[in-house]
């Protein structure tokens, strides 16, 4: 029998995405002139087009004017704990039933948005940090994230602050993905989470946890050797170990060590051996050294989702870190809408499973998509009044 065809349009992708927002995020009606479904679309054009509302909004000829719509957003929005809360609600909309069925891996990680500003309310909401982008101030987030068979979900969001604890913040996620019923088979750390609290914390609610280990300590060529942690980044063949971490208070923690030897073989332009330190714990057995390093290389997968957020993030240079929460948030879930798309739609029909084709539809397709579906709706401003005439 003959496979029945359908056809995907920018229509089914921007009223999926609308309802998501609609039902979780509760936007209302600012007037007659700023609904919210005219609002929604004009931000889904802003994230589009990586630009900012004031932008979209003197671009868009049926758009509101850039006060109404951030004085819409300012007014219908809840406070940020709230819209947190309504915002992991929307991203775990569309999650399918098998990541509730079984534990899943998770990966956490935090996300640091570059910024050159002053706080708004109080000096926790501007979080420190290594220099980046030319700046040591930045608005963190940290997120939790979920990959199965080629499918990669953002099931929690979670706004830090500065001087937060991490494992705060750890346990934030893990409450927002327990909440949709995601519970962690073990956990996937940066080895910025690599701390006495944190691991103290992970070892306490018995949750397996597998992070790098951090080198520090006397380098090889110094006079009374190498010590620390830096011995294990010497060794010559795989193994594994037990290291103690001590932190300022004098407070410790131990953690199993396993050390992946490997020759780089060219790899980026490098040559030699290569140690690769991990450092784990909380119940997690790993079978060999090669498991650990593959196993942690699934983690990589969350670089690509913050790759993917940089696509679609609103630009602005508000410090209000309302309206920068729900940017972040609302490109996550444009990112989530095209992972259930190609798995609940585009997804191919085979034995074994369904097979994905992300060439399909890729996601600035799909931004793209949502961009032009607002210029055909609203109509687009593409001249510029001037006082002299054109030279030809």
């Known amino acids: 029998m003959r496979t029945r065809q359908y056809t995907v349009t920018p229509q089914d992708v921007q009223a999926h995405a609308a309802h998501l927002c609609q039902k979780?995020?509760?936007?209302?009606?600012?007037?007659?002139?700023?609904?919210?479904?005219?609002?929604?679309?004009?931000?889904?054009?802003t994230a589009a087009r990586l630009t900012?509302?004031?932008?979209?909004?003197?671009?868009?000829?049926?758009?509101?004017?850039?006060?109404?719509?951030?004085?819409?957003?300012?007014?219908?929005?809840?406070?940020?704990h709230e819209l947190q809360r309504r915002l992991?609600?929307?991203?775990?909309g569309d999650l399918p039933h098998a990541l509730r069925r079984r534990r899943q891996p998770l990966a956490i990680d935090l996300h640091l948005v570059p910024y050159h500003g002053q706080h708004l309310h109080c000096e926790d909401e501007v979080y420190r940090s290594k220099a980046k982008s030319g700046t040591s101030h930045f608005h963190a987030y940290a997120t939790a994230y979920v990959i199965r068979q080629g499918?990669?979900?953002?099931?929690?969001?979670?706004?830090?602050?500065?001087?937060?604890?991490?494992?705060?913040?750890?346990?934030?996620?893990?409450?927002?993905a327990a909440r949709a019923e995601v519970r962690p088979r073990y956990l996937l750390l940066d080895r910025g989470f690599c701390s006495v609290a944190v691991i103290r914390y992970l070892q306490r609610a018995r949750y397996p946890f597998l992070m790098p280990l951090p080198l520090r300590g006397r380098q090889p060529e110094h006079p009374k050797g190498v010590s620390g942690s830096r011995v294990f980044g010497c060794w010559k063949r795989s193994g594994w170990s037990r290291y103690t971490l001590t932190n300022a208070q004098k407070e410790r923690a131990t953690v199993r060590?396993?050390?992946?030897?490997?020759?780089?073989?060219?790899?980026?332009?490098?040559?030699?051996?290569?140690?690769?330190?991990?450092?784990?714990?909380?119940?997690?057995?790993?079978?060999?050294?090669?498991?650990?390093?593959?196993?942690?290389?699934?983690?990589?997968a969350i670089e690509?989702?913050?790759?993917?957020?940089?696509?679609?993030?609103?630009?602005?240079?508000t410090p209000d870190p309302l309206l920068r929460l729900l940017y972040v948030g609302l490109a996550l879930l444009l990112r989530n809408v095209w992972v259930w798309l190609h798995w609940e739609v585009?997804?191919?029909?085979?034995?074994?499973?369904?097979?994905?084709?992300?060439?399909?539809?890729?996601?600035?397709?799909?931004?793209?998509?949502?961009?032009?579906?607002?210029?055909?709706?609203?109509?687009?401003?593409?001249?510029?009044?001037?006082?002299?005439?054109v030279l030809t």
């Open 24 to 45: 979780h995020l509760g936007l209302r009606d600012h007037g007659p002139k700023c609904t919210a479904s005219l609002l929604l679309t004009v931000l889904f054009y």
């Open 52 to 80: 900012s509302l004031a932008a979209a909004c003197k671009t868009l000829l049926g758009a509101p004017s850039y006060q109404a719509s951030h004085d819409a957003l300012l007014a219908t929005l809840p406070d940020i």
């Open 88 to 92: 992991n609600r929307a991203l775990q």
């Open 151 to 176: 499918r990669r979900y953002t099931v929690a969001l979670a706004y830090v602050r500065k001087g937060q604890p991490l494992q705060e913040v750890i346990q934030e996620l893990l409450r927002q």
């Open 257 to 300: 060590v396993c050390v992946k030897c490997r020759n780089r073989r060219g790899e980026r332009g490098r040559h030699g051996r290569e140690a690769l330190v991990y450092a784990y714990g909380g119940g997690l057995r790993p079978s060999s050294y090669q498991w650990v390093q593959e196993t942690y290389r699934s983690r990589f």
């Open 304 to 317: 690509t989702t913050y790759r993917q957020l940089q696509q679609a993030r609103i630009r602005t240079c």
């Open 346 to 389: 585009l997804s191919h029909r085979r034995r074994g499973g369904r097979l994905l084709d992300l060439a399909q539809l890729t996601f600035r397709g799909m931004l793209l998509w949502l961009q032009h579906l607002a210029e055909a709706t609203l109509g687009v401003c593409d001249q510029v009044h001037c006082e002299r005439p």
